[in-house]
């Protein structure tokens, strides 16, 4: 059975989220793999979601299990809905839809499809993943890339990079002339980055833990990087700072934010967005005259708004991925055969290749006609092929075991063959 547990972006904010969501994916993976019951195994982390899979034959006591450790990040009672449980197909469903950016905040985004891909080659390498959730990560991220295929619903800005910098527009009404600080130079970093130069910005700063990429990205912007130990000799110069890095760690704190703010001039605001996980803004920055602070959670009504344009693309994506479910059943029905046909087939395999040297030796090393030695060898083929079910099938009907008899008429359509000539 596949149990998975979810806490994302549609029932918890973002100081929810970061209570587990600061214990980095292999922590958590390697918590949930001892978990009782657990064969298999799988955890997604992104900025919006931490979401829990596993494959277990104990389904309540591996439930319980997987409670226990949310729970241990983040208290939380049934009655709030913070976690959902799925099971079996809802889990695969959900995963689909994940991948293919419809659970997302910001509908059709690319970043997931790449984040669960990572996710399964993290669960493969610890030797966490087996062929359950390998075949339906697969499956997921190859549902991810047709869905961005064969519609538009990735078309446009659809990132939280690019919903930063809309609201930071809406904020000040225009971004033209403004002077803006980036802190993070990665992925995130890098989308806002993109979206900012249309925007014809007075200027843009870049700092970066890592220096050399916050000159890269100031290359790429026409700004200008700066070390992460001189930020507080620049913020007060900015309009807006966006701030998306992968620390751990608060990087503006308040006392020193407020510092900075006393250089502005009467009246200037600063708004800050931090769309960093977890937040690299402590929490009472907010609580500073004159500082606009916005983190994910202030990005819905964008991310709403994004829904509706989308409306079309969502139905057909859903069509897509309710094909692609359907098929993905059949093969897990399927799986708990081919052990027993893999085993099968090198059973007969093994007595054909026996079967096969005998006879060539016959025609090597015997005057015998080709009739004689190809009618022994289908008859010895046949004879060893049957010997066992022969065998079992004779116990069956001793001890009046019908249902066996039953089966082995199912199995090798028996009443069919009577039609065989």
């Known amino acids: 059975m596949i149990i998975s547990a979810h806490v994302t972006h549609k029932s918890a904010d973002m100081k929810a989220l970061e209570l587990i969501g600061r214990h980095d994916e292999k922590a958590l993976l390697h918590h949930l793999r001892r978990i009782q019951g657990v064969k298999e195994c799988a955890v997604l982390r992104t900025c919006n979601r931490v979401e829990l899979y596993a494959v277990t034959d104990e389904p ?10 949310v729970s241990r990040f983040i208290p939380f009672d049934h009655e709030q809905n913070l976690v959902q449980f799925r099971s079996d197909l809802e889990s695969i469903r959900h995963l689909l839809r994940v991948s293919s950016g419809l659970e997302s905040m910001i509908v059709g985004e690319d970043q997931i499809q790449f ?24 499956k997921a991220i190859s549902v991810g890339k047709k869905v961005r295929t064969e ?11 690019s919903a930063a910098v809309d609201l930071a527009e809406r904020l000040l009404g225009s971004l033209e002339g403004k002077t803006i600080l980036v802190i993070g130079a990665g992925e995130m970093a890098t989308l806002i980055a993109k979206h900012l130069i249309e925007k014809r910005p007075n200027a843009i700063f870049v700092s970066n833990r890592t220096y050399d990429r916050a000159v ?38 308040r006392a020193r934010v407020e510092k900075a703010i006393a250089k502005k001039g009467e009246g200037e605001k600063l708004i800050i967005i931090d769309v960093s996980f977890p937040r ?93 030695i190809v009618t022994d060898f289908a008859n010895a083929l046949a004879n060893r092929f049957l010997a066992d079910p022969t065998e079992m099938l004779k116990l ?15 199995l090798f359509r028996l009443e069919e063959s009577k039609n065989v000539s």
């Not at 006591?61 to 226990?68: H, L």
């Not at 029905?333 to 085993?343: D, K, Y």
Request: hydrophobic share 40%.
């Open 115 to 138: 984040q669960v891909k990572r996710a399964y080659e993290l669960a493969e390498s610890e030797g966490c993943i087996g062929p359950i959730l390998s075949l339906i990560f697969r």
């Open 60 to 69: 309540s006591t591996t439930r319980n299990g997987m409670e226990a450790m």
């Open 216 to 253: 890269e990205l100031a290359w790429y912007l026409g700004g200008q990087a700066i070390r992460l130990d001189s930020l507080y000799d620049y913020l007060h110069k900015c309009d807006i700072v966006l701030v998306a890095t992968s620390s751990p760690h608060v990087i503006l704190d």
């Open 280 to 372: 690299n803004v402590a929490d009472d920055v907010r609580l500073l005259k004159n500082v606009e602070m916005h983190d994910i959670d202030g990005l819905r009504d964008i991310a709403q708004e994004n829904i509706m344009r989308r409306k079309k693309e969502v139905f057909e994506a859903e069509r897509i991925i309710a094909e692609e479910l359907s098929l993905l059943e059949k093969k897990l029905e399927e799986m708990g055969a081919s052990e027993v046909i893999r085993a099968l087939r090198q059973k007969f395999e093994a007595i054909k290749e026996v079967e096969i040297r005998k006879a060539i030796n016959r025609l090597n090393h015997s005057s015998e006609d080709i009739e004689t």
């Open 396 to 410: 069956a009907s001793r001890e009046k075991r019908v249902e066996i008899l039953k089966a082995a008429r199912e």
């Open 151 to 161: 519609t538009k619903v990735n078309k446009g800005a659809v990132s939280i990079g």
